[in-house]
């Protein structure tokens, strides 16, 4: 989304594994809004209130609490299933005409019934704004949306698209109250009104307020009274000293990855604080801008991805927070295939490097800038492009250096084509391969790096989009990944694992660290 580059949700590869999960006890109390209030700090913030505009990780984490969209992922679940909808479906036999029928009774939080016109309004407004910062990005596909009836939503798409029913699951899908939004522009007062599990009661720069919303109705039931969100601004140390403090029940996003190791290896039992472990599907890569003088180079490239040691970087900057990435498609995503290990190996080889750059017609030390931002990725970012650097010129082939910079300057510069090597992170929008390939590969990317592959965006991702049987495109995605890693305009390094450390009286988050990246508020229990 966005290349949603935020701080490392730090996944684990095959999904939730019981025995990696402690202080997580499974809840039984499906009372809804009857427990305790939970105070949760994080260190994203969230840059909109309104689901036309918002495109990263902080904003996505309310609109998935606050709004309901027709279908939603289930807790562990990758396969959207009905949640506003009472069912949707693809009628006929091409992928290209969707319906949903809505639930009865259906109602916003300001009481307000939900009707098709309500649907129709969401995606046309989204559209319409076309907000940079929204996710209007991710629905080129959609020709029309048509409301035979109050209660039927049928979209039209201008092409197939099997992944469409993931798109609309995602906090993409959000409906708003036509009566509260305006047509054609954005929302900016801080408020919102939606028909999701919890009411937004207040909004400001350092926390928000979340109260349940009693007359949601759909498949989430509601395990506390109340979530207050405190923003720290990526201030880490202020985070861990709230959580230890028990200022705040837990945190989620943003702690040091020594903090997080730390924790999780402190066999005391006094300290009342544990470890959650999910599952995620956030990725970062190391990004060549193919117009470049030296990056442009094949033979620069091949020598870079024969010299990266993934394993030594994922210990010594992440403190092995993270798994080395061999693979476009991250583990736990159907089409994963490790192109990277199969062609490159996972030990440094400056023997095959030194034969790439030969093969190149290049003699001497490369040199070459590495661009880092921590203000979007973290401050680990900066060590993990020096350590970058350091592994590449202790080969004696290369002359590596980094620079760091705000990341309005970052991205300004990156569609500028100033930069020849950068790094950029992903958390997807929907757990689907096509989230992982189309963006970065697909016509008018959202890297900048000048790639284009015609096998790539007029064969397989048309080919893979269109595909409704998820399990059979596969080998269309091995061979994508192969030719990325033949041609190499990124280089994958790592996927994230998912945490939160809570104090030990909170339950439930299991359910809010899967591959959907959907934080459900209402899993967590106190008490």
């Known amino acids: 989304m966005n290349m949603r580059t935020q701080w490392p949700v730090l996944s684990v590869a095959t999904g939730l594994a019981a025995g990696l999960l ?12 009857t427990g305790s209030s939970i105070v949760m700090g994080m260190s994203d913030d969230v840059l909109a209130t309104d689901p036309a505009s918002g495109y990263d990780p902080g904003s996505w984490l309310l609109f998935n609490n606050v709004f309901q969209s027709l279908l939603s992922f289930p807790k562990g679940g990758t396969e959207p299933e009905p949640e506003a909808a009472k069912e949707c479906s693809f009628t006929g036999t091409a992928t290209r005409v969707y319906s ?3 639930k009865d009774g259906l109602t916003f939080s300001n009481g307000h019934p939900l009707t098709s016109k309500d649907v129709k309004f969401s995606f046309d407004r989204m559209l319409k704004i076309n907000d940079s910062a929204g996710p209007a990005i991710m ?13 039927t939503v049928v979209f039209k798409l201008k092409y197939a698209d099997a992944t469409f029913p993931s798109k609309i699951a995602s906090g993409a899908g959000s409906i708003v109250d036509h009566s509260a939004y305006p047509a054609d522009a954005l929302r900016k007062d801080g408020k919102a009104v939606g028909s999701g599990p919890y009411k937004l009661d207040s909004f400001g720069k350092d926390k928000a307020v979340f109260s349940v919303n009693s007359a949601y109705k759909g498949t989430s039931k509601v395990r506390n009274s109340g979530v207050t969100l405190r923003f720290f601004h990526g201030d880490q140390s202020a985070l861990k000293s709230a959580l230890l403090g028990r200022q705040i029940d837990l945190a989620y ?60 970087l994922v210990n010594k900057v992440y403190e092995d927070t993270a798994t080395p990435l061999y693979s476009i498609i991250p583990a736990g995503i159907t089409g994963h295939h490790t192109s990277f290990f199969d062609t490159y190996g996972d030990r440094p080889s400056k023997t095959k490097a030194a034969a790439a ?17 921590p203000s979007r990725y973290g401050p680990a970012t900066d060590e993990e492009l ?8 202790a080969s004696g082939l290369f002359d ?17 084509g100033k930069y020849g090597v950068y790094v950029k992170g992903w958390v997807p929008d929907y757990p689907d391969p096509d989230n992982f390939t189309a963006p970065f590969f697909g016509k008018g990317n959202v890297l900048d790096n000048h790639y284009d592959n015609s096998t790539i965006t007029g064969k397989l991702i048309p080919k893979t989009a269109a595909e409704s049987d998820r399990s059979s495109t596969d080998k269309a995605y091995d061979r994508l990944q192969d030719i990325v890693a033949a041609d190499l305009p990124i280089i994958p390094v ?16 299991e359910y809010c660290l899967d591959a959907s990246t959907v934080f459900r508020f209402w899993e967590i229990k106190k008490g």
């Open 400 to 416: 590596a250096t980094v620079k760091s910079v705000a990341f309005d300057e970052y991205e300004k510069d990156i569609a500028a």
């Open 22 to 33: 402690t202080g997580c006890g499974f809840s039984t109390n499906d009372s809804g809004g």
């Open 100 to 102: 949903c029928t809505l």
């Open 386 to 393: 020096k350590t970058i650097a350091e592994q590449l010129n």
């Open 357 to 373: 750059l030969n093969a190149a017609g290049i003699t001497g030390k490369v040199k070459l800038t590495l661009w880092s931002t």
């Open 494 to 509: 790592w996927q994230a694992k998912q945490y939160a450390v809570t104090r030990d009286d909170v339950y439930g988050l």
């Open 253 to 312: 996003r943003g702690l040091a990855a020594a903090d997080i190791a730390d924790t999780a290896n402190d066999t005391s039992t006094g300290n009342g604080i544990e470890v959650v472990e999910g599952s995620s599907a956030e990725v970062q890569h190391l990004v060549f801008n193919m117009d470049d003088p030296v990056a442009g180079k094949l033979g620069v490239r091949k020598a870079i991805a024969y010299l990266l040691d993934r394993g030594a």
């Open 139 to 151: 629905f080129p596909m959609l020709g029309s949306v048509e409301t035979p009836d109050p209660k």
